[in-house]
């Protein structure tokens, strides 16, 4: 369908297709459905097709593992619809899941017309998997059930007038034992994460030692069962080794015995190569020998990789190296990463490692062994994408981000992140931006983005003028957000200069706003009020009413579980028909909750912020 212009799709097929569904007559008051698949709403309009559309965006329920899958369509490859679809599977809390739908939908320019037909399926499907979840109770059949297997007969409720005597009973006789039955226990399993431990080494010497590196992965239920459980073995226990020299990996499997409980017994090996692939080895021996044979590993790999950033000193010689797929060994390299990107990166996908737009980039370390050779050792890498963006300009995104569990908390992905703004600004790309950021990296790219702001002579005058209007009390009474936003041209100025988009700037700028008020606690009040408004705008919208708006489930052949459209009734019809349950929070508990939270990550940020400036002068 790549050749083919949607509005011709839609001339063809919005009259009559076999996905459309007429309710309510045939008239002009009929309401047109839809049941094809990648349109949100089930709606049979342009905006909603997800036939005539080479932007689509699906949201439906993952399966038993209470999941939420987030599904868009790749524009540049209509034409191969087995790899089309780009699908995430989200299992966080409700505010993340609608985060990253927002990231994906709408600040990346992808489809902003959907965001509140996203959020609405979110919030439908996110319920539905509560009910699916608790469910009705059932009854407990697995207790013994005991019961007599001789009954004694039922009396004849009109008996005849004469009746034959039969012998007399002999008392002497025992009465007759009852048998008893009872069913044996189904296997309840055992969870992934309770039996299976990963450790990375870098030396013979660490494997099996007591004090070796334990990871602690992200989700090790969702690469087994639907319900993330072992069957069929006792006393099970898994340990794994991964190399932190050329990632192969080893596992070594024991278990008193296994039977079948009623629910099989897991195949431990093709669960292991769901995860590992081809770099789980069969035997330790093999294992063990790759410490010396693949000691060159990463040197070989980055050979055809340009070195952007030298950073040496006494301790450490560490290099940021650049590799684009198709041009080096990115393809390679990444390959065996991917088994670590899975553990330890929540809710990651395996990049394309033939498509050229994507390019990695990789901090190693130099190592000398005892011998007096030079090896190299992987602290960490990223992946990013780069975009075109018209007429003659790309930008790039960053879509994963892993710094090796021993080298964290050592400054690292914060170089990284320096070296990205680095290759941003020389080679003037429209602008940077992160895909579904972490709390703690959105912490860090803050901190460093503030950092740069602070050179900015028209950010400094923005934020003066700003803090004068907060300090002065000239806050509008329906909304503080206009009188205390960056000009236009200031947003413009700064992704100009640093790349620094408009939604990254602006949480940067609430920062600058905190920094700039004294004393803090006279102006607190004010500032949270405008941390709130612009929360309220950005998560509920600017005209947040529901009046007239209601939800109807509609069966659908392509999502069994859930489908449902949604729209605004007439003057005199009921207005809702959504039940709300009194127990959990109401929409302002959340929104204050939010709130919260943001204010403390300001507070923090603005804290580390002063202290790098203090010590900076100090050092000057």
């Known amino acids: 369908m790549a050749t083919v212009p949607g509005q011709l799709i839609w001339e063809i097929v919005k009259k009559n297709n076999s996905f459309l569904v007429k309710q309510f007559g045939r008239s002009h008051a009929g309401v047109r459905f839809s049941k094809e698949p990648n349109n949100l709403c089930n709606l049979h309009s342009y905006k909603h097709s997800g036939l005539a559309n080479k932007k689509t965006v699906s949201i439906q329920a993952g399966g ?40 994906q939908v709408v600040d990346n320019f992808y489809r902003p017309d959907l965001k509140k037909a996203a959020l609405a399926r979110l919030s439908v499907v996110h319920r539905s998997l509560k009910v699916s979840k608790s469910g009705a109770k059932k009854r407990n059949r697995q207790a013994s059930i005991l019961f007599p297997l001789s009954f004694p007969a039922p ?10 005597k039969g012998p007399p ?26 039996c299976i431990k990963i450790y990375l080494v870098s030396s013979n010497e660490e494997v099996d030692a007591v004090n070796s590196f334990c990871l602690d992965p992200v989700d090790l239920n969702s690469f087994f069962e639907e319900d993330g459980k072992i069957y069929g073995y006792k006393g099970l226990k898994i340990t794994i080794w991964v190399s932190s020299i050329s990632f192969d990996a080893y596992a070594d499997t024991a278990f008193e015995s296994t039977a079948d409980g009623g629910k099989g017994i897991t195949d431990l090996n093709s669960a292991l190569e769901k995860i590992f692939g081809e770099t789980l080895v069969a035997s330790k021996e093999e294992f063990l020998q790759t410490f010396s044979t693949q000691r060159n590993f990463i040197r070989s790999m980055i050979l055809d990789g340009e070195v952007l950033q030298h950073k040496a000193s006494s301790t450490y010689d560490v290099e940021a190296i650049r590799m684009v797929v198709g041009k080096s060994a990115a393809g390679p390299l990444y390959s065996r990463l991917v088994p670590l990107v899975f553990l330890l990166v929540d809710g990651a996908s395996a990049i394309d490692v033939v498509d050229p737009c994507w390019e990695l980039y990789l901090l190693v370390e130099k190592k000398t062994d005892e011998q007096g050779d030079i090896y190299n050792i992987l602290l960490g890498f990223t992946a990013l994408y780069r975009f075109y963006h018209y007429p003659d300009s790309s930008r790039l995104r960053l879509s994963q981000i892993l710094v090796l569990p021993p080298y964290q908390h050592k400054g690292y992905g914060r170089y990284i992140l320096e070296v990205l703004n680095h ?108 941390v709130s408004n612009r929360m309220k ?46 127990n959990k929070p109401t929409q302002a508990e959340q929104l204050q909750e939010l709130v919260d939270e943001r204010v403390n990550e300001i507070k923090s940020i603005a804290e580390k912020v002063s202290q790098h400036s203090t010590s900076m002068v100090e050092s000057s």
């Open 64 to 103: 038993k593992d209470q999941s939420v899958v987030l599904a868009t369509t790749k524009t540049r490859k209509q034409n191969k619809p087995a790899s089309m679809v780009h699908k995430s599977v989200m299992r966080k809390e409700f505010p993340r899941m609608a985060k990253a739908i927002t990231n």
């Open 169 to 194: 009973a002999d008392d002497t006789l025992e009465p007759k034992k009852r048998r008893r039955v009872g069913f044996s226990s189904v296997d309840a399993g055992v969870e992934a994460k309770d």
């Open 423 to 530: 290759v941003a600004v020389s080679e003037d790309v429209y602008d940077f931006t992160v895909e579904e950021p972490l709390d703690y990296f959105q912490h860090v790219r803050t901190c460093v983005d503030v950092l740069r702001l602070q050179k900015l002579d028209s950010v400094r005058n923005a934020v003066n003028l700003a803090v004068s209007n907060l300090t002065r009390g000239k806050l509008s009474k329906k909304t503080s957000i206009p009188r205390l936003m960056p000009a236009t041209r200031v947003i413009e100025d700064v992704r100009k200069s640093l790349k620094i988009n408009k939604k990254q700037f602006l949480q940067c700028w609430e920062v600058f706003i905190y920094l700039g008020l004294d004393p803090v606690s006279k102006y607190m009040e004010d500032f949270v009020s405008i």
């Open 155 to 164: 009396q004849n409720p009109n008996p005849p007038m004469v009746q034959k």
């Open 537 to 582: 705008e950005d998560i509920i919208g600017k005209k947040s009413g529901t009046g007239g708006k209601q939800v109807i489930e509609v069966p659908s052949e392509y999502i069994l579980e859930m489908s449902f459209v949604m729209f605004k009734s007439n003057a005199g019809e009921a207005t809702s028909t959504v039940q709300v349950d009194v």
